[in-house]
């Protein structure tokens, strides 16, 4: 699974987003981006009760995962049981013109319940 590349699981500050970067939302289903441009899309995940979320770009060439984040919503309870409640913030970066499509699945306990796609333009 992609979301689970590039992971630091100590991380307890909330995101913040950096100058320009675009926040992506599966409601609109359309993003456009620039060359060298990040982007991010946040989910809540809850490990130990089973909510997962994965991604994944149609093209690494033109839309890339960089880098994730995790914000915990208590950092001291995040290693243990029922704890592990947070917010994933997946980052990525637009690296050469063209259009794409970011899939986004919303799983629990192993089942896919809502599967996202998001068209990225990238100019």
């Keep these: ?18 100058k320009n970067m675009v926040e992506l939302s ?3 289903g359309v993003a456009k981006l620039k060359v060298g441009q990040k982007a ?9 009760v089973g909510f997962m979320t994965s991604v994944s770009s149609a093209s690494y060439r033109i839309f ?3 880098d994730t984040h995790f914000a915990y919503k208590d950092a ?13 913030t997946f980052v990525f970066e637009a690296l050469k013109t063209g259009n794409t499509v970011l899939t986004i699945k919303d799983i629990f306990r192993g089942k896919i319940k809502a ?3 998001i068209n990225v333009i990238v100019e």
């Design 1 to 18: 699974m992609l979301g689970l590349m590039n992971c630091t699981y100590a991380q307890n500050k909330k995101f913040k987003p950096t």
């Design 26 to 28: 599966a409601l609109e």
């Design 40 to 48: 991010y899309y946040q989910a809540t995940i809850h490990g130990s």
């Design 64 to 66: 890339k995962l960089i």
């Design 76 to 88: 001291r309870k995040a290693r243990m049981s029922g704890g592990d409640k947070a917010t994933k």
């Design 115 to 117: 599967t996202y796609k």
